[in-house]
């Protein structure tokens, strides 16, 4: 069985446990700042275009979801006429299921699959190994992750928290079993190790009849679905195997072609820091005598239509999986993705999670948390999703629901202190009396800070009392 | 011209040096302080932690402490963001709340902006003999958009030598209830930041929010390294006169 994020801990705890891990934090902090440094890059040439392309993104994005009725079934009548099959799936079982049942009829019991964050989001290599069909992944660092029985801990990068040599070691031990195996002299050289997946990838997509696909983009007006990448696996998947299965979920619409103008500078600058990728597949149902013959969309929900209800945190759905706010994530950087135990990890993840599956579990109700509110995340979304405004909105919820007693008793003490200037001078003297007794380290939850952080002298008088004192002496 | 100060409860109780620094330094450039007594709290840490009514009630307090003012001074960046930022999203369009921060807020000014800005100085004719750093706080950074304003007061003070410090703009990981409810992140970062500071040389590391300066302030004397933190206030204050009587 592939790994799951069923059975994490919350985020404090597994933040903890990341942030002792040396080894993957040094692979993190190297990672996630050469990919800043390439997006500052390219996304500075532009000048003051860019914030014009942002407030573009964002306008047409939030327009599409406000239509977003229209648009699919715009989007359902073009691949239709385009000679390709929509399938609708309120949620992952129902996804899942409509997968497994396609791949069935066409006896073949092997898929290869593009990189997919939806396909992640249902679990479906779980639900198709159940079914007795082993789905590949074909992306380099899925294949990784795929190989090490490992989990995905960035949406671009999967494997971003593995270093050279702990990437020969899986390539090594694992490939074997999966098809064709690694050659026994692999260094870990990076090119020795692209070279290992190329050869053992070429064979699966040569024989594979079956390919399972994700969409950045899916263009109402024309039925067209896009996929951009760097590798060019996606592209062998999208055009070799005979029939072609995408799962995409209902906010990857925009209506027309010449909207992607806009999203094909947006994202591959903000993604990897390039211009543009390598590799820009497009396909618009069934081409006759070119490519696959079959061609099956499926539109998931999967909670989206729920996060639609909801006018602060909607905007979330606007995001178009640049990992951008990943990379830049001061909290991110320090635990990997991994520590969220959530399919979308760092800020995205934070705010997309909860919304999705709802907060009832103690992992996805401390996500809103695991955040500083800095503000980065915000400044380099292409979108401008106002990720801090979404994760204070979440925590409300979180402190409206049951549970949090002693936290509610803190914030209302705190309150009762700030509703009278008289309770907070009153405060502010008792403190300034037991200033030399505050001991060293604090019990309780304050002890978190005194662990590692020394606390600020207690004056002896106050502002207010200084200034009272003053006034008077004038 | 008549400034009143807001001086946030945390510069009021822990941090009364900086609200003495601003009343000296705004006296000494010849304009007129004044401390409504009733303020208490801008209520940024319920607002963050995700305790709205109570946040939206000290809004209320604050509109109504500062209505009549003709400019409101907070020497924190995060409070100032707070109320510019924030109020509005507590209040419900139309509100007797939105038609006063409608008109107030606009006069609400981090200490940094209300010099450069406001009063359109930059040589506040302060002393201070010490190598600086400055960390450029999140808010100050990103929800005000302070910019260079910081930077080009504290070139102006004499004696003071401005160093530069690696990776400013990212977080020092205080963020408030952060701290205590993912307290090992957020020292984590606190570390970070704290090494790129010691790293510079300086002795005194500077920022326009205590409570940033608190954190990594708080790491720094764990770690015993002898640097000392100063809200940006107490160097502008300072001149060559008080210099020599201390
Ligand atoms: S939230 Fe914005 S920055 Fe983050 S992945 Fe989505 S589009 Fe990119």
């Known amino acids: ?474 | 011209m008549r400034i009143a100060l807001f001086i946030t409860c945390v510069n009021d109780t822990l941090f009364p040096d900086t609200g003495r620094a601003v009343v000296r330094l705004l006296e000494r450039l010849g304009h007129e302080v004044v401390f409504p007594t009733d303020q208490t709290c801008c209520g940024q840490m319920h607002y963050n932690t995700g305790y709205r009514r109570p946040a939206a009630r000290l809004a209320v307090r604050f509109a109504r402490t500062f209505e009549n003012a003709d400019a409101v001074v907070v020497p924190s960046a995060s409070c100032a963001a707070m109320i510019r930022d924030n109020y509005p999203r507590l209040s419900r369009s139309g509100s007797r709340l939105a038609r006063r921060m409608d008109s107030l807020a606009p006069r609400v000014y981090d200490l940094t902006e209300f010099l450069v800005d406001v009063l359109e100085v930059t040589d506040v004719g302060a002393y201070y003999p010490h190598k600086v750093v400055y960390h450029p706080t999140c808010h100050g950074l990103r929800f005000l958009g302070l910019g260079d304003r910081p930077y080009r007061l504290l070139r102006a003070v004499r004696g003071l030598e401005l160093l530069e410090l690696p990776e400013a703009t990212e977080c020092c990981g205080f963020g408030g209830t952060f701290s205590v409810k993912n307290g090992d992140v957020s020292s984590a970062m606190g570390f970070d930041k704290a090494r790129h500071v010691v790293e510079t040389g300086a002795e005194v590391l500077c920022a326009v929010d205590n409570s940033c300066l608190m954190h990594i302030g708080g790491t720094l004397s764990r770690q015993r390294s002898g640097l000392r933190t100063a809200h940006i206030a107490e160097i502008l204050a300072s001149t060559e006169k008080e210099y020599a009587r201390t």
């Not at chain 1, 359902?76 to 390709?84: K, L, P, T």
């Not at chain 1, 949090?404 to 405060?427: I, P, Q, R, W, Y």
């Open chain 1, 1 to 474: 069985m592939s790994a799951t994020f069923l059975g994490m801990p919350p985020f404090p705890e597994a933040a903890k446990r990341a942030v002792e891990d040396s080894r993957t934090r040094h692979n993190l902090h190297k990672a996630t700042h050469t990919i800043r440094a390439k997006r500052t890059r390219v996304v500075d040439e532009l000048g003051d275009d860019w914030q014009r392309l942002r407030a573009e993104g964002e306008r047409i994005k939030t327009h599409t979801l406000r239509h977003l009725d229209h648009y699919l079934e715009r989007l359902e009548e073009s691949v239709q006429r385009a000679g390709g099959t929509v399938h609708w799936a309120s949620d992952a079982a129902e996804a899942n299921a409509i997968i497994t049942r396609l791949i069935r009829r066409t006896g073949e019991t092997e898929v290869v699959k593009v990189k997919s964050m939806a396909t992640q989001e249902i679990e479906l290599n779980n639900a198709l190994e159940a079914a007795g069909i082993t789905a590949y992944e074909t992306d380099l660092a899925e294949l990784i992750v795929q190989l090490g029985e490992d989990l995905p801990s960035h949406i671009l990068v999967p494997a971003i928290h593995l270093g050279r040599a702990q990437i020969r070691e899986i390539f090594l031990q694992r490939m074997g079993e999966w098809g064709r195996p690694a050659p026994p002299d692999l260094t870990d050289d990076p090119h020795a190790l692209a070279e290992a997946s190329r050869v053992h990838l070429r064979e699966l997509f040569l024989r594979s009849k079956v390919a399972v696909s994700g969409a950045n983009f899916a263009v109402a007006d024309s039925g067209t679905l896009l996929v951009l990448e760097s590798e060019g696996n996606g592209r062998m998947c999208l055009t070799l195997p005979e029939t072609l299965i995408s799962v995409v979920g209902i906010e990857k619409i925009v209506p027309t072609w010449s909207d992607l103008e806009v999203f094909m500078q947006l994202l591959p600058r903000s993604s990897t820091g390039e211009r543009m990728n390598p590799y820009t597949s497009t396909w618009t149902g069934v081409t006759p005598g070119d490519g696959p013959q079959d061609f099956h969309l499926v539109l998931l929900d999967n909670g989206r239509t729920d996060v639609l209800a909801d006018t602060v945190g909607r905007q979330a759905l606007r995001c178009i999986r640049c990992s951008a706010c990943l990379n830049i994530c001061p909290v991110y950087e320090r635990v990997g993705g991994h520590a969220y135990g959530s399919v979308y990890p760092g800020p995205i993840g934070a705010i997309l999670t909860p919304q999705l599956q709802g907060m009832a579990s103690k992992v996805d109700e401390a996500l809103p948390y695991a955040s500083s509110l800095c503000g980065a995340c915000y400044e380099v979304c292409p979108v401008a999703i106002d990720i801090p405004e979404v994760l204070v909105h979440l925590r409300e919820k979180v402190a409206e629901s049951k549970g949090h007693v002693s936290e509610k008793a803190l914030m209302a003490g705190a309150e009762a202190v700030f509703g009278s200037a008289t309770a907070l001078d009153a405060v502010q003297r008792a403190a300034g009396l037991a200033r030399g007794v505050v001991p060293r380290h604090l019990p309780g939850p304050a002890g978190k800070w005194t662990d590692t952080r020394d606390l600020p002298d207690v004056p002896a008088r106050s502002f207010r009392q200084w200034w009272n004192e003053r006034e008077d002496g004038r």
